[in-house]
Antibody, heavy 117, light 110 residues
Framework: QVQLQESGPGLVKPSQTLSLTCTVSGGSISSGSYYWSWIRQPAGKGLEWIGRIYTSGSTNYNPSLKSRVTISVDTSKNQFSLKLSSVTAADTAVYYC?????????WGQGTLVTVSS | EIVLTQSPGTLSLSPGERATLSCRASQSVSSSYLAWYQQKPGQAPRLLIYGASSRATGIPDRFSGSGSGTDFTLTISRLEPEDFAVYYCQQYGSSHGGFTFGPGTKVDIK
């Protein structure tokens, strides 16, 4: 059973960089032809796709966030990561990592990141 | 960017009743790349339907999806207590503008 777990700071100051890591267990991140994705959800609102990475390192990002987003993968640690720069209060959300290119069958539990000084 | 609209915003029903949820796209969703997810409070979304009408692994057959082009429907034939949740549709046919989600329909207990 594949499991994903997000980790990282729960509080980030405005203009700084949000950094999160997703650790995959129950299987190798590089086995199978899977993409690994980040999705976020502001409190009480809907879901927003952030971007995805293939284990080769190939990435795709939401055009609305592309200038600020970097997703990377570390296959030796079975992890992939998200960096979102120049954050504002509008980036406050629950951030989920998930398995899939565009359909997500396994999700992390989500981690709340608050942007505030 | 494909914009998805869901209706109604909230659906108040009793257990055992039939639920019909609508998802409309601003432009045609290619190859019926339309999915439905269920989300309960404090939990991650769960994939229910993909390809507009295929049930994901382990999803009960009371959940069914239909539609094509710009109009899609999720039907829950007989609501069970555990089905009261928020349901999101998602298009994944075009990454231009992102794989967008609808705003959600909340199914709550009448």
């Amino acid at each position: 059973q594949v499991q994903l777990q997000e980790s990282g700071p729960g509080l980030v100051k405005p203009s700084q960089t949000l950094s999160l890591t997703c650790t995959v267990s129950g299987g190798s991140i590089s086995s199978g032809s899977y993409y690994w994705s980040w999705i976020r959800q502001p409190a009480g609102k809907g879901l927003e796709w952030i971007g995805r990475i293939y284990t080769s390192g190939s990435t795709n990002y939401n055009p609305s966030l592309k200038s600020r987003v970097t997703i990377s993968v570390d296959t030796s640690k079975n992890q992939f990561s998200l960096k979102l720069s120049s954050v504002t209060a509008a980036d406050t959300a629950v951030y989920y990592c998930a398995r899939g290119a565009a359909l997500y069958d396994y999700w992390g539990q989500g981690t709340l990141v608050t942007v505030s000084s | 960017e494909i914009v998805l609209t869901q209706s109604p915003g909230t659906l108040s029903l009793s257990p055992g009743e039939r639920a019909t949820l609508s998802c409309r796209a601003s432009q045609s969703v290619s190859s019926s790349y339309l999915a439905w997810y269920q989300q309960k409070p404090g939990q991650a979304p769960r994939l229910l339907i993909y390809g507009a009408s295929s049930r994901a692994t382990g999803i009960p057959d009371r959940f069914s999806g239909s539609g094509s082009g710009t109009d899609f429907t999720l039907t829950i034939s007989r609501l069970e207590p555990e089905d009261f949740a928020v349901y999101y549709c998602q298009q994944y046919g075009s990454s231009h503008g992102g794989f967008t989600f609808g705003p959600g329909t909340k199914v709550d207990i009448k």
